[in-house]
């Protein structure tokens, strides 16, 4: 008997979509993109994507559009379907989720009401030192807004919140459930809303309480409103970790910022972070966004296609399978920029992890404090502005 080859298999993911009309906010962002670009890539019968798009910095919401569709990353999704293809296949809705009412149109609110089967909602700032109000106004009542325009929707099939796995930091073990957000989400909003910008600083610190940043407390009020919002619609929680650049598909290595290990590398690979204070043995959760793109739509398809609607949240972490040192990381990074030297480098690649704090204080200011200074001084001489 023949064995049956992999690409006769039925992909019933992607039947999950098929015929699809789906809305994703965040769509501009490193997740969202790699999403988007997934489903034109392996789903090619959805019926339409949606992308719920802002204008930023004077470009309007198309030619934002048009700048994603020009990375890399939609270069392979091109050859197989034609630039013109792709176009058609997305429609940019003109919005903004941390505006009251999203910042849609009646008539384009009308039209998602009417079409719209699947929600992926991702929009958010995930700076961890964005100021608490428009962390609060984008991350929980942008999340407010649109599970109520959820509950409008006629032909809902899922709400999908991208969380973080970060949320709940209290819990030791992070399980598969929901947990009471920190503060009431509904107060939280209207207290920054009519609360002006420096009161609201003012009492950060207070309205924090046990967690660390405004990032992980936000997240957590939104996990909380969607959490109530459950009983109303088809609504799920994931809870993604870390996320990194690509590992396979379709671009390896690909991305579009430094947040997490990337700008950690790249400054060591400048040369400009020279000490740290960190356990090197330790490691941190890391998922490839490639990888969390396929647990998103693996999830969708085990909401929707398997109708197992018990499991309402989901943990897409590495957790100790793949465990990835921070010593591990520098080692890597270094053998990489020894091959590939970085543009504009002011030192030799070095520097390491210190465990000891008055170590680490000492290199800082050998190597950290001094240089710039004197470099600064440099500067000062020279006639330009100091960069410290």
Known sequence: MAESKTEDIPDRIAETFEGQNILITGGTGFLGKVVIEKLLRCVQNTKQIYMLIRTKKEKDPKHRLEEIFNSPLFEKVKRQRGAEVLKKS?????????????GISSEDRKMLCEKINIVYHAAATVRFDELLKKAVLLNTRGTKQMLELAKEMKHLKLFAHISTAYCHLEEKILREKPYPPPADPHKIIKCVEWMDDDVVEAMTDKILGHLPNTYAFTKALSEGLVEEA????PAIILRPSIVIPIWK????????????????????GKGVIRTMYCNDSSYADYLPVDIAVNAILASSWNFIYCKDHEKRVYNLTSSSEF???????????????????????VWYPGGSMKKSRLM???CV???????AYL??????????????
């Not at 997305?90 to 999203?102: C, F, Y």
């Not at 598909?249 to 060591?268: R, Y």
Request: hydrophobic fraction near 45%.
């Open 90 to 102: 997305v429609t940019v809705v003109s919005g903004d989720v941390s505006l009251p009412g999203l």
């Open 230 to 233: 459950m009983p109303h619609i």
């Open 375 to 388: 470099i600064d001084g440099l500067i000062f001489l020279a006639g330009y502005k100091p960069m410290t």
């Open 365 to 371: 200011l050998l190597f950290h404090m001094i240089p």
């Open 323 to 345: 465990k990835v040192s921070w010593a591990e990381i520098i080692a890597r990074g270094r053998k990489i920029t020894e091959k590939v030297p970085l543009n504009g480098v």
């Open 249 to 268: 598909e379709p671009v390896p290595g690909w991305t579009d910022n430094i947040n997490g290990p990337t700008g950690l590398l790249i400054g060591a």
């Open 360 to 362: 680490h204080n000492i």
